[in-house]
């Protein structure tokens, strides 16, 4: 009984160890997202009018530091953005290390289809 103990607790080691071979990084990277909110609040404003919110969004990320991509979330489709039932947002940047940290330069385009002529806009940021 010894022996199988220990014979299994070796085999048991030895897993981990061939999982850590890893794959070389691809040039281009995607990862996405998708929740469900209670309410969406954007700058502390319920956009949502405090009711479920389905929100989702993709991004590319391109190993040189340049990224883009899209997110949307439903709206109450009322208020500010001109009865818009949908906000879709685009972004584009480039991030890279710098100074033992990370530098974020880009821009962010919010958009609200159907909804009011002069309810979209650009964000530029820059994030440290």
Not at 10 to 29: G, I, M
Not at 40 to 54: L, M
Not at 60 to 87: Q, V
């Given at each position: 009984?010894?022996?199988?103990?220990?014979?299994?607790?070796?085999?048991?080691?030895?897993?981990?160890?061939?999982?850590?071979?890893?794959?070389?990084?691809?040039?281009?990277?995607?990862?996405?997202?998708?929740?469900?909110?209670?309410?969406?609040?954007?700058?502390?404003?319920?956009?949502?009018?405090?009711?479920?919110?389905?929100?989702?969004?993709?991004?590319?990320?391109?190993?040189?530091?340049?990224?883009?991509?899209?997110?949307?979330?439903?709206?109450?489709?009322?208020?500010?953005?001109?009865g818009a039932n949908l906000e879709l947002d685009v972004i584009g940047g480039y991030k890279?290390?710098?100074?033992?940290?990370?530098?974020?330069?880009?821009?962010?385009?919010?958009?609200?289809?159907?909804?009011?002529?002069?309810?979209?806009?650009?964000?530029?940021?820059?994030?440290?």
């Amino acid at each position: 009984m010894l022996r199988f103990c220990i014979a299994t607790t070796l085999c048991l080691l030895a897993v981990p160890a061939a999982a850590q071979d890893t794959a070389p990084p691809k040039p281009v990277t995607v990862s996405g997202n998708v929740a469900i909110v209670s309410d969406y609040r954007f700058r502390g404003v319920s956009q949502s009018d405090e009711e479920i919110a389905v929100q989702g969004g993709v991004t590319l990320t391109h190993e040189s530091g340049f990224y883009g991509g899209f997110w949307g979330s439903n709206l109450a489709g009322w208020g500010t953005f001109g009865g818009a039932n949908l906000e879709l947002d685009v972004i584009g940047g480039y991030k890279r290390p710098l100074a033992g940290g990370t530098v974020d330069v880009g821009l962010t385009w919010y958009m609200y289809p159907g909804g009011a002529a002069n309810t979209d806009f650009g964000e530029p940021y820059v994030k440290y």
